[in-house]
T-cell receptor
Framework: KQEVTQIPAALSVPEGENLVLNCSFT??????LQWFRQDPGKGLTSLLL?????REQTSGRLNASLDKSSGRSTLYIAASQPGDSATYLC??????????FGQGTRLTINP | NAGVTQTPKFRVLKTGQSMTLLCAQD?????MYWYRQDPGMGLRLIHY???????AKGEVPDGYNVSRLKKQNFLLGLESAAPSQTSVYFC????????????FGDGTRLSIL
């Protein structure tokens, strides 16, 4: 059974810092790894999707990497801003397009 | 383009009552999902559908039923609500292309007293 773990559960950093969020998974048989953002009281918004054949994806200040052999993915946020404050979730896609989610990292960027 | 719409947004029920949560998508997606989100536990899959007229169990299906009579709609039913079903429920839809992300609704906050 796939298990996805995100560390840390919460992170607070000053504005302007670069930061890394971690995601690990136990079963490397995933089609892709997806990163989502969730604002309080809202649904999930897709940030980045890394296909199983890819090593990384970039969107603006965000860069996500995938290492299937070690069962790890990271989300790098450059030059953090207060508007980046949210919960970030990673999820691995398996058969029938089912996502298995981590518990999330609650990120706070302090002005 | 509305995307994924969930109805209602909030609901309070008494133990033993029944209700149906409605999810509608306007993207012509084949796949639809119901998740629940509890504090510290991420999202867990309740039921899903790979096309009109099909349903399948996810990780935590007990106490729930679903139906997908029309491609654009996916209904989640609670036949006899229990306090353990207090949660935030999210619906999502996805294209057949697995390298397109799932699209989520804004959630339904359900409290069972």
């Amino acid at each position: 059974k796939q298990e996805v773990t995100q560390i840390p559960a919460a992170l607070s950093v000053p504005e302007g810092e670069n930061l890394v969020l971690n995601c690990s998974f136990t079963d490397s048989a995933i089609y892709n790894l997806q990163w989502f953002r969730q604002d309080p009281g809202k649904g999930l918004t897709s940030l980045l999707l890394i296909q199983s054949s890819q090593r990384e994806q970039t969107s603006g200040r965000l860069n996500a990497s995938l290492d299937k052999s070690s069962g790890r993915s990271t989300l790098y946020i450059a030059a953090s801003q207060p508007g980046d404050s949210a919960t970030y979730l990673c999820a691995g896609l398996q058969g029938a397009q089912k996502l298995v989610f981590g518990q999330g990292t609650r990120l706070t960027i302090n002005p | 383009n509305a995307g994924v719409t969930q109805t209602p947004k909030f609901r309070v029920l008494k133990t033993g009552q029944s209700m149906t949560l409605l999810c509608a998508q306007d993207m012509n997606h084949e796949y639809m999902y119901w998740y629940r989100q509890d504090p510290g536990m991420g999202l867990r899959l309740i039921h899903y559908s790979v096309g009109e007229g099909t349903t399948a169990k996810g990780e935590v299906p007990d106490g729930y039923n679903v139906s997908r009579l029309k491609k654009q709609n996916f209904l989640l039913g609670l036949e006899s609500a229990a306090p353990s079903q207090t949660s935030v429920y999210f619906c999502a839809s996805a294209d057949w292309d697995r390298n397109q992300p799932q699209h989520f609704g804004d959630g339904t906050r359900l409290s069972i007293l």
